[in-house]
C-alpha cells in the first residue's frame, strides 16, 4: 500500500509515467518478460525478475540482453 493521496498518484502518472518515452520502456520490459516466459516457461521466472545486463536507460534493448535474475540480486543493483 502507499501513502500517496490519488490526486499525488494521478499527478506522478500525468507528470512521468504516462510520458511517451515512459510508456516505450515500458512496453519494452514487458515484451521481455513475455520473450522469457516463452523461452523458459512461466514456471521457471516465478518470483524471479527478467534483467537487462545493459538497462533499457543506457540504450540496451531486448534480445540477448535478457537474463533470469532473483528478485533481491535485481533490485538491489547499485544505479
Not at 7 to 20: A, I, N, S, V, W
Not at 38 to 53: N, R, T, W
Request: net charge positive; no cysteine.
Amino acid at each position: 500500500m502507499t501513502n500517496r493521496t490519488k490526486e499525488q498518484l494521478k499527478q506522478h502518472y500525468r507528470d512521468f509515467q504516462g510520458t511517451p518515452q515512459q510508456i516505450k520502456n515500458r512496453a519494452q520490459r514487458n515484451a521481455a518478460r513475455a520473450e522469457m516466459v516463452k523461452k523458459h516457461g512461466k514456471s521457471a521466472l516465478q518470483g524471479k525478475d527478467v534483467d537487462h545486463k545493459v538497462p533499457i536507460r543506457s540504450g540496451g534493448g531486448n534480445g540477448k540482453n535478457l537474463r533470469i535474475r532473483t528478485i533481491k540480486s535485481n533490485r538491489g543493483d547499485t544505479r
